[in-house]
């Protein structure tokens, strides 16, 4: 166990080998100073700031790049569709029951598979020609996920 801290003494030897006492200037206990805790805390946010801002954009890019690649491959299953039955599907999970999607994919955006908005075919068979994202929000391009 030890002894809680008291008068603490540094010792600093001489070339007599005598040694001298000085108090210690953190009193002796070991831990760190307020100012030091300070300085390693303003740091820590200066290096945060930097960071975090960077770190949120990247995640918003990643989102981005999932919802073009979503898009380009269920319009591809689409187009598979059309060319092997001569019509377009009349719902996306028709392109699930007839394999041409394992599943439908979730939307990165609204984070959901069921808000893909249909855009029906104007031939008058019917049936869903192109689809877009349900997300309101607005790219990094300044276009509408919607009009993607």
């Not at 200066?46 to 890019?61: E, M």
């Not at 999932?66 to 060319?83: E, G, N, P, S, W």
Request: hydrophobic share 40%; aromatic share 8%.
């Amino acid at each position: 166990m030890r002894k809680a801290c008291s008068t603490p003494v540094s010792r600093i030897r001489q070339h007599a080998g005598k040694t001298i006492g000085f108090p210690a200037a953190n009193g002796g206990c070991p831990g760190f100073t307020l100012i030091e805790l300070l300085v390693v805390m303003a740091i820590i946010a200066t290096l945060l700031s930097i960071v975090v801002p960077r770190y949120f954009n990247s995640l918003d890019r990643s989102r981005e790049v999932v919802l073009r690649q979503d898009l380009t491959i269920m319009r591809d299953a689409i187009d598979k569709f059309y060319t092997d039955t001569g019509k377009y599907p009349s719902e996306l999970p028709e392109l699930v029951e007839k394999r041409y999607l394992r599943a439908i994919p979730v939307d990165p955006l609204t984070e959901s598979a069921e808000t893909w908005i249909a855009v029906p075919s104007t031939h008058e068979e019917g049936g869903i020609y192109d689809v877009r994202s349900g997300s309101p929000e607005q790219a990094k391009d300044g276009t509408f996920y919607e009009a993607w």
